[in-house]
């Protein structure tokens, strides 16, 4: 089965770098992915890795360490608009299904 | 027009009443799959098909069941709905893309539906 960890709650200022962990263990790995939900609405994909190291979107980096099957998100420059939950997920070795963590509410604050 | 749609946005019923929930996709994917939504619980599958032929069944699927009537149309019934299946439910579709692998496959997630068991 699946297992992820991810803190609950973070809270920063408009501008700030906010960086959410998360760990896992699975008994196969097929990469890391991470997921917005804004509130009440539909989870958006946001990123994947798959290789450790880091991968840059715009002011959102996904970081990820499979030795230490650890992995981050990381929102820079935050705006208002980041206020919003992120869910990190691994998947399934047999069919690929997805597992989601309990996901990390964000809050932005002027 | 939304590529995933889920009818209804909200329903409100009572203890025993039997529910469907209904999800359509105009994506063209075959994998299709009904989560369910609690407070600091995240999501959680209840159960997925990856064709019209197969089916199976998620870590939640114990007082649920599913048609996928065609590669467009996968609906989630309550039997006998009860209080704690009052939740926000998701329908999601994905496709293994350009990378072909599904081990890379993107989920595209419906609006969702805010049910309520009384």
């Given at each position: 089965?699946?297992?992820?960890?991810?803190?609950?709650?973070?809270?920063?200022?408009?501008?700030?770098?906010?960086?959410?962990?998360?760990?896992?263990?699975?008994?196969?790995?097929?990469?890391?992915?991470?997921?917005?939900?804004?509130?009440?609405?539909?989870?958006?994909?946001?990123?994947?890795?798959?290789?450790?190291?880091?991968?840059?979107?715009?002011?959102f980096s996904s970081f990820l360490s499979r030795s230490d099957?650890?992995?981050?998100?990381?929102?820079?420059?935050?705006?208002?608009?980041?206020?919003?939950?992120?869910?990190?997920?691994?998947?399934?070795?047999?069919?690929?299904?997805?597992?989601?963590?309990?996901?990390?509410?964000?809050?932005?604050?002027? | 027009?939304?590529?995933?749609?889920?009818?209804?946005?909200?329903?409100?019923?009572?203890?025993?009443?039997?529910?469907?929930?209904?999800?359509?996709?105009?994506?063209?994917?075959?994998?299709?799959?009904?989560?369910?939504?609690?407070?600091?619980?995240?999501?959680?599958?209840?159960?997925?098909?990856?064709?019209?032929?197969?089916?199976?069944?998620?870590?939640?699927?114990?007082?649920?069941?599913?048609?996928?009537?065609?590669?467009?149309?996968?609906?989630?019934?309550?039997?006998?709905?009860?209080?704690?299946?009052?939740?926000?439910?998701?329908?999601?579709?994905?496709?293994?893309?350009?990378?072909?692998?599904?081990?890379?496959?993107?989920?595209y997630f419906g609006p969702g539906t805010r049910l309520t068991?009384?």
């Open positions: 089965g699946q297992s992820l960890e991810q803190p609950s709650e973070v809270t920063a200022v408009e501008g700030a770098i906010v960086q959410i962990n998360c760990t896992y263990q699975t008994s196969g790995f097929y990469g890391l992915s991470w997921y917005q939900q804004h509130d009440g609405g539909a989870p958006t994909f946001l990123s994947y890795n798959a290789l450790d190291g880091l991968e840059e979107t715009g002011r099957s650890y992995g981050y998100l990381l929102l820079q420059e935050l705006q208002m608009k980041d206020s919003a939950s992120y869910f990190c997920a691994v998947r399934d070795h047999g069919d690929y299904k997805l597992s989601f963590g309990a996901g990390t509410t964000v809050t932005v604050r002027a | 027009d939304a590529d995933v749609t889920q009818t209804p946005r909200n329903r409100i019923t009572k203890t025993g009443k039997r529910i469907m929930l209904e999800c359509s996709q105009t994506k063209g994917h075959d994998r299709m799959y009904w989560y369910r939504q609690d407070p600091g619980l995240g999501l959680r599958l209840i159960y997925y098909s990856f064709d019209v032929k197969d089916i199976n069944k998620g870590e939640i699927s114990d007082g649920y069941s599913v048609s996928r009537q065609a590669q467009a149309k996968f609906s989630l019934s309550l039997e006998s709905a009860i209080p704690n299946q009052t939740a926000l439910y998701f329908c999601a579709t994905s496709d293994p893309g350009t990378s072909g692998s599904w081990a890379t496959d993107t989920q068991v009384l």
